[in-house]
């Protein structure tokens, strides 16, 4: 039995998008992008769906511990950084937006490092790429958009680095999808 071509709904700059797609090109899924605008609220969440039925090229370790690491620093990012400067919200702090955003992501990047600290090699856990990495690079997106300093973070900045040589990682970038701007590319 074939599995159908998976559908992604996206939006180029979504930071929740942005995770899927990476998780897609580094396992070479090939997908049908249908743009999507986050104003009308329309997002889903498929990593963890992806790495359960597609398992070439895994992005969770096979130890337990090594995962339940790679799922912390996930939700720490998807939980207790990302949501806090998601467009709803944004909207509703007004004019106060980037400060907000700038001041949650720092405090939130100063838990990250801490935690990196513990567990970082060449990529977030170890030198095996996996799903907390495909959180972090558009985390780091925000983080710059937001104007935080990033030399404060050398893990996350290191790792942000190497993860931009990865293929699937430049792939997933939001000026390489077909509904960013031109003014953006």
């Given amino acids: ?12 700059r979504s930071s929740c998008s942005w995770r899927v797609r990476i998780v897609l090109a580094h396992k070479s899924i090939d997908y049908e992008y249908r743009p ?7 997002q889903i969440s498929i990593m963890e769906y992806l790495e359960e039925t597609y398992p070439q090229n895994p992005l969770l370790p096979k ?8 799922r912390e620093i996930c939700e720490v990012i998807g939980s207790g ?16 937006k980037m400060e907000w955003g ?4 720092n405090k939130g990047f100063f838990a990250l490092e801490q935690l990196l600290a513990g567990c970082a090699g060449k990529y977030s856990v170890g030198d ?14 925000n983080a710059n958009r937001f104007k935080v300093d990033m030399s404060q973070f050398p893990i996350i900045s290191r790792i942000h680095e190497a993860l931009n040589s990865v293929e699937a990682f430049k792939a997933a970038q939001p000026s390489n999808q077909p509904d960013c701007p031109e003014d953006l590319k």
């Fill in 36 to 42: 999507i605008h986050l104003l009308k609220k329309e």
């Fill in 81 to 96: 950084i990302q949501p806090l400067q998601n467009l709803s919200v944004l909207q509703k702090i007004g004019d106060e």
């Fill in 102 to 105: 700038h001041y949650y992501i």
């Fill in 1 to 12: 039995m074939t599995t159908p071509k998976p559908i992604l709904y996206s939006y180029f």
């Fill in 63 to 70: 130890e337990p511990l090594l995962r339940a690491k790679v």
């Fill in 128 to 141: 095996q790429v996996t799903l907390a990495d495909c959180c972090l690079v558009p985390q780091v997106y």
